[in-house]
């Protein structure tokens, strides 16, 4: 699976949003870009998927570029119940689905 | 749905004890996987199963065994425990096609 490289910490005012990069420049053409998130000692929380198209649900948006290399995790708008570890991993479909997580970015949102 | 659920929450194992930690899904999910976490670092997979009677390596199995007799439930074993395996431990599943992996509330295991 393609490494992914990203900040160690981001910090976000609450209310704004949070854009959050995530660099794979190794990335194979049937390889996805999945986003979790792990609140204080939960388990991980999936946010996200895409392959090469941008993506939106209610949590958030994923905007890949174009060469695929790179992309931007976006929560609209960050509220203090979004600060956790996000986790870029770049996955192949098939051999068991299994995630790869690096160590992730530390979002703290501040009031 | 009970989702993902996980046995102890906390234990504290001495040095070459054994103990086994539970894991079960009521999705009927055919993927389930184990993962470690040590302090400030992301997970690392441990096993893994694509269904009942199939099991495979993950990153770091050494230490460790599970066994997958049921579709629901993926026990993970340690013998002889040692401080290495001091870490918290999730176990999550997945539905074949299906795109994320549902984690459970995890394990914190002590080895002294």
């Known amino acids: 699976d393609a490494k992914t490289t990203q900040p160690p910490s981001m910090d976000c005012a609450e209310g704004r949003a949070a854009n959050l990069p995530c660099n794979h420049s190794t990335i194979s053409g049937n390889e996805y870009v999945y986003w979790y998130r792990q609140i204080h000692s939960q388990g991980p929380q999936y946010i996200i998927h895409?392959?090469?198209n941008n993506e939106t649900n209610e949590m958030a948006s994923l905007i890949i570029t174009e060469d695929r290399k790179s992309s931007t995790l976006i929560l609209p708008h960050a509220t203090l119940r979004d600060t956790a570890v996000y986790y870029c991993i770049v996955r192949v479909e098939g051999n068991g689905n299994k995630l790869v997580f690096g160590a992730g970015t530390i979002l703290r949102v501040k009031s | 749905n009970a989702g993902v659920t996980q046995t102890p929450k906390f234990r504290i194992l001495k040095i070459g004890q054994s103990m086994t930690l539970q894991c079960a899904q009521d999705?009927?999910?055919?993927?389930m996987y184990w993962y470690r976490q040590d302090p400030g670092m992301g997970l690392k997979l441990i096993y893994y199963s694509v269904g009942a009677g199939i099991t495979d390596k993950g990153e770091v199995p050494n230490g460790y065994n599970v066994s997958r007799s049921t579709t629901e439930d993926f026990p993970l074993r340690l013998e002889l425990a040692a401080p290495s395996q001091t870490s918290v431990y999730f176990c999550?599943?997945?539905?074949?096609?299906?795109?994320?992996?549902?984690f459970g509330p995890g394990t914190r295991l002590t080895v002294t």
């Open positions: 999550a599943s997945s539905q074949l096609g299906d795109y994320e992996q549902y």
């Open positions: 999705m009927n999910h055919n993927y």
């Open positions: 895409g392959l090469k």
